[in-house]
Protein backbone atom coordinates (compact mmCIF):
# COMPACT_ATOMS: atom_id res chain seq x y z
CA UNK A 1 0.00 0.00 0.00
CA UNK A 2 1.19 3.68 -0.93
CA UNK A 3 2.16 5.63 1.68
CA UNK A 4 0.62 9.04 2.36
CA UNK A 5 3.68 11.30 2.92
CA UNK A 6 3.62 14.33 0.54
CA UNK A 7 7.05 14.45 -0.87
CA UNK A 8 8.37 17.54 -2.22
CA UNK A 9 10.96 17.68 -4.98
CA UNK A 10 12.62 20.26 -7.13
CA UNK A 11 15.77 22.26 -7.47
CA UNK A 12 17.59 24.04 -4.66
CA UNK A 13 16.11 27.17 -3.53
CA UNK A 14 12.60 26.50 -5.21
CA UNK A 15 10.79 26.80 -2.29
CA UNK A 16 10.25 23.19 -1.21
CA UNK A 17 11.11 23.88 2.57
CA UNK A 18 9.32 27.40 3.31
CA UNK A 19 6.47 25.86 0.95
CA UNK A 20 6.36 22.48 3.72
CA UNK A 21 6.49 24.33 6.42
CA UNK A 22 3.84 26.71 5.11
CA UNK A 23 1.70 23.77 4.01
CA UNK A 24 2.23 21.42 7.69
CA UNK A 25 0.97 24.61 9.73
CA UNK A 26 -1.88 25.56 7.34
CA UNK A 27 -3.33 21.85 7.13
CA UNK A 28 -2.06 20.17 10.34
CA UNK A 29 0.53 17.38 9.23
CA UNK A 30 3.98 17.22 10.54
CA UNK A 31 7.18 18.03 8.00
CA UNK A 32 10.14 17.09 7.93
CA UNK A 33 13.44 18.18 5.46
CA UNK A 34 16.06 15.27 4.46
CA UNK A 35 18.61 17.42 4.59
CA UNK A 36 18.17 18.55 8.25
CA UNK A 37 17.35 14.65 8.91
CA UNK A 38 20.93 14.11 7.68
CA UNK A 39 22.43 17.52 9.34
CA UNK A 40 21.13 16.33 12.54
CA UNK A 41 22.38 12.42 12.26
CA UNK A 42 25.71 13.28 11.59
CA UNK A 43 25.69 16.74 13.76
CA UNK A 44 27.18 18.79 10.52
CA UNK A 45 26.21 20.61 7.78
CA UNK A 46 25.55 19.55 4.32
CA UNK A 47 28.18 21.47 3.09
CA UNK A 48 30.73 19.97 5.16
CA UNK A 49 29.61 16.85 4.56
CA UNK A 50 30.19 17.45 0.66
CA UNK A 51 33.51 19.14 1.21
CA UNK A 52 35.05 15.90 3.33
CA UNK A 53 33.57 12.85 2.20
CA UNK A 54 32.31 13.82 -1.07
CA UNK A 55 28.87 13.48 -2.96
CA UNK A 56 28.63 9.75 -3.20
CA UNK A 57 28.83 9.53 0.14
CA UNK A 58 26.07 11.79 1.07
CA UNK A 59 24.16 10.23 -1.72
CA UNK A 60 23.91 6.80 0.49
CA UNK A 61 23.04 8.97 3.28
CA UNK A 62 20.18 10.21 1.92
CA UNK A 63 19.44 6.33 0.55
CA UNK A 64 19.72 5.67 4.27
CA UNK A 65 16.94 8.64 4.80
CA UNK A 66 14.41 7.30 2.25
CA UNK A 67 14.98 3.68 3.76
CA UNK A 68 13.76 4.81 7.49
CA UNK A 69 11.11 7.31 5.55
CA UNK A 70 9.96 4.00 3.57
CA UNK A 71 9.81 1.73 7.23
CA UNK A 72 8.88 4.57 9.44
CA UNK A 73 7.00 7.52 8.35
CA UNK A 74 3.68 8.08 7.01
CA UNK A 75 1.43 10.90 7.17
CA UNK A 76 3.83 13.30 6.67
CA UNK A 77 5.23 15.97 4.44
CA UNK A 78 8.75 15.32 3.20
CA UNK A 79 11.06 18.63 1.55
CA UNK A 80 14.02 16.70 0.09
CA UNK A 81 17.30 18.28 -1.56
CA UNK A 82 18.03 18.90 -4.79
CA UNK A 83 19.45 15.80 -5.55
CA UNK A 84 17.42 13.14 -3.34
CA UNK A 85 14.86 12.03 -6.47
CA UNK A 86 17.75 9.83 -7.28
CA UNK A 87 16.92 7.28 -4.16
CA UNK A 88 16.09 4.14 -5.50
CA UNK A 89 12.73 3.24 -3.42
CA UNK A 90 11.49 7.10 -4.16
CA UNK A 91 8.04 6.30 -5.37
CA UNK A 92 7.48 3.70 -2.10
CA UNK A 93 7.61 6.99 -0.49
CA UNK A 94 4.57 8.58 -0.92
CA UNK A 95 3.03 10.71 -3.97
CA UNK A 96 5.87 12.70 -5.42
CA UNK A 97 5.54 16.31 -5.93
CA UNK A 98 7.31 18.16 -8.32
CA UNK A 99 7.90 22.09 -7.39
CA UNK A 100 8.72 23.28 -10.89
CA UNK A 101 9.91 26.85 -12.35
CA UNK A 102 12.78 28.77 -14.48
CA UNK A 103 16.40 28.56 -13.15
CA UNK A 104 16.09 32.31 -13.53
CA UNK A 105 13.14 32.91 -11.64
CA UNK A 106 14.82 30.48 -8.79
CA UNK A 107 18.04 32.31 -8.65
CA UNK A 108 16.02 35.52 -9.02
CA UNK A 109 13.81 34.34 -5.52
CA UNK A 110 17.32 34.21 -4.02
CA UNK A 111 18.97 36.65 -4.91
CA UNK A 112 16.19 38.92 -4.17
CA UNK A 113 14.96 37.46 -0.79
CA UNK A 114 15.67 39.32 2.81
CA UNK A 115 18.23 37.17 3.77
CA UNK A 116 19.56 36.72 0.69
CA UNK A 117 23.61 36.44 1.58
CA UNK A 118 22.35 33.43 3.86
CA UNK A 119 20.30 31.79 1.28
CA UNK A 120 23.20 31.84 -1.57
CA UNK A 121 25.43 30.46 0.92
CA UNK A 122 23.86 28.12 1.77
CA UNK A 123 23.64 26.88 -2.12
CA UNK A 124 27.33 27.36 -3.06
CA UNK A 125 26.92 26.11 -6.30
CA UNK A 126 24.94 29.74 -7.22
CA UNK A 127 28.17 31.11 -6.70
CA UNK A 128 29.42 29.65 -10.18
CA UNK A 129 26.27 30.31 -12.44
CA UNK A 130 26.98 28.20 -15.06
CA UNK A 131 27.40 25.16 -13.13
CA UNK A 132 24.05 25.38 -11.66
CA UNK A 133 22.70 26.35 -14.73
CA UNK A 134 24.29 23.17 -16.35
CA UNK A 135 22.79 20.65 -13.40
CA UNK A 136 19.24 22.22 -13.50
CA UNK A 137 19.06 21.73 -17.08
CA UNK A 138 20.54 17.93 -16.29
CA UNK A 139 18.01 17.59 -13.43
CA UNK A 140 15.04 18.99 -15.40
CA UNK A 141 14.23 16.26 -16.96
CA UNK A 142 14.83 13.62 -14.67
CA UNK A 143 12.39 15.59 -12.10
CA UNK A 144 9.83 15.16 -14.47
CA UNK A 145 10.27 11.53 -14.82
CA UNK A 146 9.84 10.63 -11.21
CA UNK A 147 7.19 13.02 -10.02
CA UNK A 148 3.36 12.21 -9.58
CA UNK A 149 2.51 15.24 -10.10
CA UNK A 150 3.93 18.53 -11.39
CA UNK A 151 3.58 22.01 -10.02
CA UNK A 152 5.13 25.27 -11.29
CA UNK A 153 5.39 27.70 -8.90
CA UNK A 154 6.16 30.63 -10.84
CA UNK A 155 3.94 33.78 -10.15
CA UNK A 156 1.96 31.83 -7.66
CA UNK A 157 1.08 32.97 -4.13
CA UNK A 158 1.47 30.70 -1.52
CA UNK A 159 -2.02 30.35 -0.55
CA UNK A 160 -2.75 29.29 -4.54
CA UNK A 161 0.38 26.85 -4.16
CA UNK A 162 -0.79 25.01 -0.80
CA UNK A 163 -4.57 24.76 -2.48
CA UNK A 164 -2.59 23.17 -5.31
CA UNK A 165 -0.28 20.61 -3.72
CA UNK A 166 -3.61 19.96 -0.90
CA UNK A 167 -5.75 19.37 -4.76
CA UNK A 168 -3.81 17.26 -6.61
CA UNK A 169 -2.52 15.15 -3.80
CA UNK A 170 -5.68 14.13 -2.85
CA UNK A 171 -6.25 12.55 -6.55
CA UNK A 172 -2.88 10.50 -6.30
Known amino acids: MKKKNIILIGFMGVGKGTTARAFAKKYGVFNIDT ?9 RSVRKIFKKEGEAAFRKMEQEVADWI ?5 GTLISCGGG ?5 NLKKLGTVVLLDASYDWIYHRLSTAKNAQNKLAKRPLF ?5 AKKLYAERAKAYEKVADVIINVEGKSM ?3 LKEIK ?3 LKS
Open 127 to 131: SEPKK
Open 70 to 74: ECCVD
Open 167 to 169: KST
Open 84 to 88: FYQVK
Open 35 to 43: DDLIESKEN
Open 159 to 161: EEL
